[in-house]
């Protein structure tokens, strides 16, 4: 079955950096497209980025361009988002994603806050 467990989130203040990671399993990850969604509370979830299926392609929202990079590591089935220059509006729970093709599934997600 399909399993994507994310880590690597945490407090951070303003201005400092994280590393999320995506541990995916039970799929062929190296075909998919995947995908981070960010949850911040109390609003509805907000797709941050795309990644291709060999990562040469990738897709941010507007608001983060320039501070995240996405990432993969498609021998080790593993997803990454840096998340630099972070932001208090950037606080929400961030979830990797399969999305589309075969269903949708999702990780349990990471909490990410930025506060001073």
């Known amino acids: 079955q399909v399993q994507l467990v994310e880590s690597g989130g945490g407090l951070v203040q303003p201005g400092g950096s994280l590393r999320l990671s995506c541990a995916a399993s039970?799929?062929?990850?190296?075909?998919?497209?995947m995908t981070w969604v960010r949850q911040a509370p109390g609003k509805g979830r907000e797709w941050v980025s795309n990644?291709?299926?060999?990562?040469?392609?990738?897709e941010y929202i507007d608001s983060v361009k320039g501070r995240f990079t996405v990432s993969r590591d498609n021998a080790k089935n593993m997803l990454f988002l840096q998340m630099n220059s972070l932001k208090v509006e950037d606080t929400a729970v961030y979830y990797c994603?399969?999305?589309?093709?075969?269903?949708?599934?999702w990780g349990q997600g990471t909490q990410v806050t930025v506060s001073s």
């Open positions: 039970g799929f062929a990850f190296s075909v998919y497209r």
């Open positions: 990644i291709s299926p060999d990562g040469s392609s990738t």
């Open positions: 994603a399969k999305l589309g093709v075969g269903g949708d599934f």
